[in-house]
């Protein structure tokens, strides 16, 4: 307990004395008190922040937080602000988003089919094509992804095909919807926009419970 030394009052702790002090005994104190009194003052006030731009500067913190969280995590589907690029000849909307072997390693599925003639992905050709998608160990059905932000379209284009959301090309030959062929692009059974779609794969080797990837052209003159 303090005991004031200008009344009978007694106090818990030093700051409720000098508070005291402020409120009971201001034209009373001696110099030594005034000090301690503003000392006591300043102090409180430096330390204090107003509620108002308390509350807005964790409002726009937890925004930016948010927002980064969103850009940085938020994987599949649609792909995130990417660089592009051009891979063996074709534009790509999106380049890999991280470096290849940082920590990615996942993997699905994937048939391309032209004209009932499925393209053989385990040809030496196709095999270990790009560090951030490939298909490897002589197995041309599961696909491998070592890098995030790989698109579909990304991943086509390090096998020498071109694909955009109505066209395939492929050896040269650019088959396009509507114009004599029919193109479908397919991941788990839904239509996707190849320059836009992150491939999302799963750590099983089988491809199971990743990204099902499924491509079909067919020419008028295979129907």
Known sequence: MVDCDYCDGSFEG???YLDHLAEAHAGELGSIDKRRVEDHDSGSA????????????GVIGLSLAIVVYVVMFMGGGDASAGESGTVNGFDVAQMPTSEPYTGTHEHGTMTVTIDGQQIDFSQEQYQLAADPFHFEGGNGRVWHTHATGVTLEYALATLNIG???NSLTFQGTT????????????????SVDPEAYVLQGTEADSGEGGDQVRIVVSTNESK
């Not at 430096?46 to 500067?57: D, F, H, K, M, T």
């Not at 062929?181 to 991941?187: F, L």
């Open 175 to 190: 088959y396009r919807t509507g114009e004599g062929a029919t193109v479908t692009i397919e991941v788990n059974g839904e």
């Open 14 to 16: 030093e700051d409720a």
């Open 46 to 57: 430096g330390s204090s922040i107003p509620l108002g731009p308390a509350i807005l500067v």
């Open 163 to 165: 694909i955009s959301e």
